[in-house]
């Protein structure tokens, strides 16, 4: 060759070179394009078949490979879980590989295999349908987390296994960069998963604490009871109202809006009375599930003033400490109780205005069944006969007191029958204007379609008397005018606390109204609260038993009875009296007439023995003879011993051990005729209701004179039994 | 951007689609490689005005079915293209074609001669310039660069770029239109078909027969075709008798886009002579 030629050989010997050069550089520049683009794919892709899909594909076109997949185990067989053949469409694979059982899946790390190594592998080897094992196929492991056993595999039928495993470092870039995604893949949709929980749980606890919130705002706002949530999380005070109810609101008399904004010391009063201890004071030593429950004074918006039930209780919410305090308006229910205690206060008066009544009246008895005695005996002019007549003018007049004493406690004599109001205070006229000073004008506005009402006449006079002497002697000295009025009233509905001093519940329907209405001085209000109490006068001579009997009388008719009164104006006393007829009382039998001044026998049979004693004296001075019995149960055997020789059994109605009224029953059991005369200071209705059926002869109110004892047993003790009486 | 709606017939067992505009004498618009028929958008209603213009797309390409069991080689696409046009029922009629179509006008005149009346290559391939051997299809530079281009609308638009003479026409419509086949899997492999399946013995083979054509040739080359060198146009112009060559400055390989109504009169002389 020549020089020339040499020098051209060697240009294009360095020629040579340099496009070797430079086609291994534009295909290094083209695998780090490749892997960018891997890179993309792997950066985008949720779904990790598409995206492996995507990858093979990239892989495929630029490295000119035809085939690539990623293969897992599944039994004795590897299935493309992601494939991409360059001739192929993708929907229409049908590719087999079946692993012998020699081999080991998946290799321990990337291999290239020739037709030998890949005969050693698979058994089966089948890309769109060619059996044929390929030139060269390359195999990589991709062990991510879930699919351990994963490879990728790229196949090419014009391919050397020496170019695949110039090519490998550039798959194995690309099985590390497909792992590392499908991790994150893994951990993406494990933390989406968990996330979608966590809403789905989120949700339901959200829709749960809604309900529960609208339930407890329900509870919260339709408790009758004021309920307030109070910040009490600083010691020593309680303060501003957090939450307040509508019920809260209705009974402060402050919005919603203006109660949560206060504190709690606005809505407190000063108690009625020195505590020991504050109702704060006491919530702050709480423990945990006690209660603080006491009554308090509490303020309205409008500065009154009213008591309250109020229950506290420390808790916490949110990490705050609160006072949940309930307070109920209790006004009502402490003139409730303030009405019932007087009731009850009137009540036990009563039995021992009762109690003490049905002594005197035994005493009073003996005091006029004795005296009695001794004034037949003495003679007209005997010494001391003037003092005797005195003592028993005295005891009569004790009597009165007494039968008003018993007319308070409701256990007065009755006798009732249906009468006209209207009547009765005619009938009394004359002696109601005796009553009445000349100075006051006493008027009348009797409503004359008065229906009848219930009771007893003469109890019922002596209210109307009570009431018209009392506002007569309340005018005084100066005129003025006293009105009696009468009305008659339909209700449809009672309000009782208009009401309230007979302690009746009064139900609707028709009454009488008598009204007595007087321009006296009235009443100051402390005057007003005990006018009816027992022994209560504002007059020097008094025995305050007036309206006391008038109270008591009116309670035992189921009547009302109500006073308005202002001091320098006057009185009003109003009695409301159910219309209507009650059964008739029993009928008394007509008595046995019988001649007088026979000699009689009587059973008398009374627990105090002084009693019998003046019966006794009293009927043996008249010639009678007489058998006493300290019990019922005595009395009884005395009957069954000499059944023929009592005439008459006098018998007490209260007595111990065996009363009144089943002694009568028994001494009808031994003796069916015989007559039987009741005694008692108080003849209650009930009484006589219980008596009813068994025949009562007689009754005789205690004190009751020797000339009604005589007149009782003369007229009613036969003169000749009958044959089995 | 079409006047003219796409419509489909079945040749062969797959769709054809095709956009189908104006009277006159027939004429059939062949794209190449990386187009398809909204290639001739700028032409289309121009050429209407004097012919029945088809504007096809092949088969792999465009709206057209993309079956990658069946060859895309020049020699298949005409006998197919044949068909179609038969179906179509087209009278001898003028081909227009582009790029590689421009090597399915040369075999399509040589094999169907009675079929054509005029032939005309815009920047077509010929002869064995286009230098593809199949079984190293897929590892020659300008495949690798259209593999790349399949993937990466990055790459792909540097091809579309250094095609157009205007660069500035290379806006985001146009490329959305060169890319649309690349959105789906099968569109980029049916693209890759249609590179590989490209043997230039389909060429080579009738150089002898393209020598002996009566059909009148029309060759048109862009000055600033960086693909295809004007050796060929040189030599086709050289080879087949008659032919006439005309060479359109500022004009790139997509000359369509750079010079539209320069090729309208040029090709309205040519099949008006």
């Known amino acids: ?725 | 951007m079409f006047q003219a709606a796409a419509q489909k017939i079945r040749i062969q067992g797959h769709d054809l689609a095709y956009r189908r505009q104006g009277l006159g004498s027939p004429l059939l618009l062949v794209h190449g490689i990386t187009t398809y028929s909204f290639i001739w958008r700028n032409l289309l209603p121009e050429l209407a005005r004097n012919h029945d213009v088809v504007a096809v797309d092949l088969l792999g390409c465009g709206d057209s079915d993309m079956p990658l069991d069946q060859s895309y080689s020049i020699a298949a696409h005409v006998e197919r293209l044949e068909a179609f046009t038969q179906a179509l029922g087209l009278g001898p009629f003028g081909f227009v074609g582009h790029d590689i179509g421009g090597g399915i006008a040369q075999r399509f005149a040589v094999k169907h001669p009675d079929r054509l009346t005029h032939a005309v290559v815009m920047n077509g391939v010929a002869f064995d310039y286009w230098p593809v051997q199949p079984i190293i299809t897929m590892r020659t530079p300008i495949i690798r660069q259209l593999a790349m281009a399949a993937l990466d609308l990055g790459a792909f638009k540097l091809i579309v770029q250094r095609g157009v003479f205007h660069k500035e026409r290379v806006t985001p419509e146009l490329m959305s239109l060169f890319w649309k086949p690349m959105l789906t899997r099968l569109g980029r492999k049916a693209f890759l078909h249609f590179a590989e399946s490209l043997d230039n013995h389909d060429l080579t083979d009738i150089t002898a027969e393209l020598r002996q054509t009566r059909i009148p040739f029309l060759i048109l080359r862009g000055t600033e075709d960086v693909y295809l060198s004007a050796e060929i146009a040189h030599r086709l112009h050289q080879e087949i008798p008659g032919s006439r060559l005309v060479e359109i400055p500022e004009a790139g390989h997509f000359f369509q886009e750079d010079q539209p109504q320069r090729l309208v009169n040029e090709l309205e002389t040519f099949l008006g002579a």
């Not at chain 1, 209000?525 to 038993?545: A, I, N, Q, Y």
């Open chain 1, 1 to 725: 060759m020549t020089p020339d030629a040499e020098n051209m050989q060697d240009l294009q010997d360095r020629l040579h070179v340099l496009e070797k050069e430079n086609e291994a550089l534009a295909e290094r520049a083209e695998d780090i394009t490749m892997l960018g683009l891997v890179a993309e794919q792997t950066g985008i892709g949720t779904d990790p078949v598409e995206m492996l899909a995507s990858v093979l594909e990239r892989v495929c076109i630029l490295k000119a490979i035809s085939y690539g997949a990623c293969l897992e185990p599944a039994g004795p067989h590897l299935v493309a879980t992601a494939h991409y053949h360059i001739r192929r469409d993708d929907e229409l694979a049908a590719d087999l590989f079946k692993l012998r059982d020699s081999a080991s899946w998946p290799p321990a790390e990337a291999v290239v295999l020739d037709p030998a190594d890949c005969g050693r592998m698979f058994e089966q080897f089948s890309i769109e349908g060619q059996a044929a094992a390929p030139p060269a196929a390359a195999v990589v492991p991709l062990p991510y987390t879930d699919h351990p056993g994963s490879c990728l595999l790229f196949v090419d039928h014009q391919r050397t296994p020496d170019e695949f495993r110039v090519m490998l470092p550039l798959i194995k870039r690309v099985a590390d960069l497909i792992q590392a995604r499908l991790d994150n893949l893994r951990l993406v949709a494990r933390l989406e998963r968990l996330n979608l929980n966590l809403d789905l749980e989120v949700a339901e606890r959200i829709e749960d604490l809604r309900r529960s919130e609208a339930r407890y705002r329900i509870l919260f706002d339709h408790v009758p009871d004021a309920v307030l949530l109070v910040d009490a999380d600083a010691e020593g005070s309680l303060g501003r109202i957090e939450d307040a109810n509508e019920a809260a609101a209705a009974m402060y008399g402050y919005s919603r809006e203006d109660l949560e904004r206060l504190d709690i010391e606005a809505l407190s009063a000063p108690g009625l009375g020195p505590r020991l201890e504050s109702f704060e004071a006491r919530v702050w030593r709480l423990q945990p599930g006690e209660t603080v429950h006491e009554e308090l004074q509490h303020r309205r918006k409008d500065g009154s003033v009213f008591p309250v039930e109020a229950i506290g209780t420390l808790v916490n919410l949110h990490g705050r400490q609160y006072l949940l305090a309930f307070a109920r308006d209790i006004t009502e229910r402490k003139q409730t109780e303030q009405a019932m205690l007087k009731v009850q206060r009137t009540e036990s008066v009563g039995v021992l205005a009762g109690g003490i009544a049905h002594d005197f009246n035994n005493l009073l008895t003996a005091i006029m069944g004795q005296t009695g005695i001794a004034l037949e005996l003495l003679g007209d002019q005997a010494p001391g006969r003037d003092n005797l007549v005195k003592a028993q003018s005295a005891a009569t007049k004790a009597a009165t007191l007494t039968q008003q004493m018993l007319a308070y406690s409701g256990r007065g004599k009755f006798d009732i029958q249906p009468l006209l109001l209207n009547d009765l205070i005619r009938e009394n006229l004359q002696f109601l204007e005796s009553a009445i000073p000349k100075q006051v004008s006493f008027v009348q506005d009797l409503d004359e379609n008065l229906p009848p009402v219930t009771g007893d006449p003469s109890q019922l006079q002596q209210v109307v008397m009570n009431l018209v002497i009392n506002g007569a002697e309340s005018i005084g000295e100066a005129p003025g005018i006293l009105s009696i009025r009468t009305r008659r009233l339909q209700l449809e509905q009672v309000d009782n606390r208009e009401w309230p001093l007979s302690g009746n519940t009064l139900v609707p329907g028709e009454f009488v109204l008598v009204e007595v209405q007087d321009t006296g001085c009235g009443m100051t209000e402390e005057v007003r609260t005990r006018v009816f109490d027992p022994f209560f006068s504002t007059k020097p001579k008094g025995h305050g038993l007036g309206l006391s009997a008038v109270q008591g009388i009116i309670r035992a008719h189921r009547g009302g009875l109500a006073v308005q009164s202002e001091v320098g104006v006057g009185s009003t006393f109003r009695i409301l009296l159910p219309v209507g007829y009650p059964e008739s009382p029993a009928r008394r039998p007509v008595p046995r007439s019988l001649a007088q001044g026979s000699r009689r026998t009587v059973l008398v049979i009374d627990d105090e023995d002084y009693m019998l004693e003046v019966v006794r004296d009293v009927l043996e001075s008249h010639g009678h003879a007489s058998l006493l019995a300290l019990s019922g149960e005595q009395g009884i055997e005395m009957l069954g011993r000499e059944p023929e020789r009592i005439d008459l059994v006098l018998l007490d109605l209260t007595m111990p051990g065996l009363g009144g009224v089943e002694t009568l029953r028994r001494l009808r059991k031994v003796t069916p005729g015989i007559p039987v005369v009741l005694s008692s200071g108080f003849a209650a209705e009930e009484a006589l209701g219980q008596l009813k059926g068994l025949n009562l002869d007689g009754f005789l109110q205690k004190p009751y004179l020797a000339a009604d004892l005589l007149r009782m047993v003369e007229t009613l003790a036969p003169q000749v039994r009958p044959e089995n009486g």
